[in-house]
């Protein structure tokens, strides 16, 4: 692994996720969480201290120990359990069981994992049923000028920023994990022309009969 990926990519990440004006999406999303909560690409923590009182433990998984070196000093919250771990989302370590998570818990992350498809089936599979994915992304614009750019600068944006895409559709693909989508807000971020969706997923209660998994 490289300088850049070592060293300067976690504190750019952490900067740039830090900046106020993600704090309301963050909050939304948070702010349903319950439970045992799993939250995937977990990053430095920024979320740690949004959690509230109906969260039981915060299972986190990155894959990158640096990341989750900053986020280990944003555990001190009193009265929060966290765990965190490092594995990949696509497969999640083999202590987080089948059916023994309340809440996923994803922030701007499904841009960034390989294998967004496997992520989320692994994410289906540890869900109880009737818990519930909330997640906050940017994704694909529905305007083909805007999907257009998104196209062409991807290739060279994946390789400065941590494998983020930034015209993945991410309600197309919580589908085919088997999701049914319960509440999906949408809308461009102010000051930017990225695509950024704010959505709640709810599994389906019929999960287990829900053919569509990829
Ligand atoms: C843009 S950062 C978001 C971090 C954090 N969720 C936040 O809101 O600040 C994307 C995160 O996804 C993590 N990530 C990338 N690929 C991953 C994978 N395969 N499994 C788990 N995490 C991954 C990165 O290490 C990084 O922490």
Known sequence: MGIYARYLLPRLTDLTMSRKLLLPYRQRVI?????????????????????????EEVIGVDVSPELLAMAERATKRRGLRVRLLEGSAEHLPSNVANGSVDTVIVTWALCSIPDVAAALVEAHRVLRPNGSLRFVEHGRSPDASVAWWQDHLTPLWRRCSGGCHLNRKTDDLLRSA????????????????????????????MADVVPARP
Do not use: K, Q
């Not at 702010?31 to 977990?42: D, S």
């Not at 990053?43 to 959690?51: D, E, I, Q, R, V």
């Not at 088997?178 to 709640?200: E, K, Q």
């Open 178 to 205: 088997g999701f049914t989508l319960t509440h999906l807000a949408t809308g461009y971020a102010r000051g930017h022309v990225l695509w950024r969706s704010c959505m709640r997923d709810r599994r389906n209660p």
């Open 31 to 55: 702010g349903g969480a319950a439970g045992r909560v799993l939250e995937i690409g977990i990053g430095s923590g920024l979320n740690l201290p949004l959690y509230g009182d109906a969260v």
